[in-house]
């Protein structure tokens, strides 16, 4: 019973294609994450919603979008994909922000050719 | 500007041996500290949660953490490791004023040894 799931695993672009990740939960959670992660490094936020507020972090590219059309889904767009945005994204929900475990799905590992 | 430090990129030991991974933070007060697990191909899981209280927290798979205020820390202590507890530790604070935030740490990569 999976409980947050990312599609598709692997996602293979082109240098200037758009990209969009999915990330979908079973856990009615208020906020959804998504993060960066390059190889050997922290997870980096990019944003996250809570509820339908969206929170940019102030160093995301532009070229980083996300919607959220319900409580279940969340997408993570980038608009013109670049050589140095190949890594594994993870998407993960709180119940609520403060205080809170995230629970993260197995991530989507994006590469750009 | 908060930060988190594991200052051990690769630890390795050999199975049944202790094991401590340290983790070290700014802010300007007490976070939320949690230690995550990821093992390849998966997602993070949380391994312990500091909140308030006991500054020494149980895990369920054998480890604890402690928090330790003066030093800033809060490292994972785990008396003796199996195999399977192969994989990268994460240490992460969430800040407790204004917007809270999760910052991770970069972190430490476990190798056991047969």
């Known amino acids: 019973d999976a409980m947050v799931i990312q599609n598709p695993r692997y996602q293979v672009t082109q240098f200037g294609k758009p990209v969009t990740l999915s990330c979908s939960q079973t856990?009615?959670?208020?906020?959804m994450y998504w993060y960066q992660q390059k190889s050997s490094q922290a997870p980096k936020l990019l944003f996250h919603?809570?509820?339908?507020?969206?929170?940019n972090e102030a160093d995301t590219p532009d070229n980083f979008q996300s919607r959220r059309p319900n409580t279940s889904f969340c997408f993570l767009d980038i608009r013109s994909p670049g050589l140095g945005d190949a890594a594994m994204y993870l998407c993960?929900?709180?119940?609520?922000?403060?205080?809170?475990?995230?629970?993260f799905g197995p991530g989507t590992r994006l590469t750009v050719t | 500007a908060q930060s988190v430090t594991q200052p051990d990129i690769h630890i390795t030991v050999s199975e049944g041996a202790s094991l401590e991974l340290r983790c070290n933070y700014s802010y300007g007060a007490t976070p939320y500290l949690f230690w995550y697990v990821q093992s390849p191909g998966q997602g993070l899981q949380l391994l312990l949660k500091?909140?308030?209280?006991?500054?020494l927290v149980q895990g369920i798979t054998g480890g604890e953490a402690e928090f330790k205020r003066r030093q800033s820390s809060y490292n994972l202590r785990k008396p003796s490791v199996h195999w399977s507890d192969a994989a990268e530790y994460f240490c992460?604070?969430?800040?407790?004023?204004?917007?809270?935030?999760?910052?991770f740490g970069t972190g430490t990569r476990l190798k056991v040894l047969a």
């Open positions: 500091y909140f308030s209280g006991d500054t």
């Open positions: 993960a929900t709180s119940r609520d922000p403060g205080g809170y475990e995230q629970y």
């Open positions: 856990l009615n959670h208020n906020v």
């Open positions: 919603y809570y509820d339908k507020d969206f929170n």
């Open positions: 992460a604070v969430e800040t407790t004023s204004g917007t809270y935030k999760y910052i």
